[in-house]
């Protein structure tokens, strides 16, 4: 799974408030047992991920630990009662199946189907795909998202590490699963109108995949399905011609941090047709998947 990782103290250095203990391999959450970390080197702010295992029946899931500082107590249990029913009522072969959420202490987890795959423009270049395999997996993905708003689900966070590729079976074609519903909301109005996740400047999500709207704070229940839908375009940039919108613009070492908020806030993204037409003369057939 995708996502930053927790910032946290040094050795004999107290916790502040919220902050939660480092979790270590072989713990024990529930019946599930720590494996591995599987965001390391990462910069999480809202908390870490970890691959964990079932005994019996044996299973393998992905644990998100939430930082409790970054989660508010009465939306978490909201979320208890309303997105993670929506979540678990959710079964698609393109999305990964939510299972749980429980609590360490004040900090709550989801429990997730593990997906053992690669990021989705990872497997793309590894797989030397070209651009028909491409939009074929990303016909998926779309697939997911669809279903995922069909459960009044808005995702907030979709990006290439967010999206995970497993080669088909048998030699079939390759399988996308959306993953990590850390930032989701519910447009259900019987459910929070926001995520039970809060950052400390009012943004969610990732910035070269964030809409507009995303990076100018506007309210979370002003935040609709479009949100994702622009990021879905973003990835398909990113696939299609190797960068997401604005990405070369933000590379430039010159922009101050101001700068580089005001493009993201206001900066104009390019349409898909002048993507396309971007797109390199020999990008070809397929070359694999």
Excluded at 245 to 256: H, V
């Amino acid at each position: 799974m995708s996502g930053e990782t927790t910032i946290a103290p040094g050795p004999g250095e107290p916790l502040p408030p919220g902050m939660p203990r480092f979790r270590r391999a072989g713990e024990l959450f529930g019946p599930y047992v720590l494996i591995d970390r599987l965001d390391k080197g990462s910069n999480n702010a809202f908390g870490e991920v970890w691959r964990a295992e079932r005994k019996s029946p044996a299973q393998q899931v992905a644990i998100k630990f939430m930082r409790a500082d970054r989660v508010r107590p009465d939306l978490v249990a909201r979320f208890a009662h309303a997105e993670s029913k929506a979540l678990a009522r959710l079964r698609h072969p393109f999305v990964a199946q939510f299972i749980d959420l429980q609590f360490d202490g004040d900090a709550p987890y989801l429990v997730m189907e593990f997906v053992p795959g690669k990021p989705l423009a990872a497997y793309c270049d590894a797989a030397r795909m070209g651009p028909e395999g491409r939009l074929r997996l990303m016909e998926k993905v779309c697939e997911a998202v669809h279903a995922v708003h069909s459960q009044n689900i808005i995702h907030r966070d979709i990006k290439p590490e967010n999206i995970l590729v497993t080669a088909g079976p048998d030699g079939g074609d390759p399988v996308p699963k959306l993953i990590d519903f850390g930032l989701a909301r519910s447009e259900n109005p019987a459910a929070p109108l926001s995520s039970m996740v809060v950052s400390q400047d009012g943004f969610m999500g990732t910035p070269l995949y964030a809409s507009p709207e995303q990076h100018q704070g506007v309210r979370a229940e002003e935040i609709g399905r479009e949100t994702d839908i622009y990021s879905l375009g973003a990835v398909l940039q990113e696939l299609l011609v190797g960068e997401a919108p604005l990405q070369r613009r933000l590379d430039d070492p010159s922009l101050s941090p101001a700068e580089r908020e005001r493009l993201l806030r206001y900066g104009e993204r390019p349409p898909m047709a002048a993507v396309l037409a971007a797109m390199p003369p020999d990008a070809g057939e397929d070359e694999g998947g």
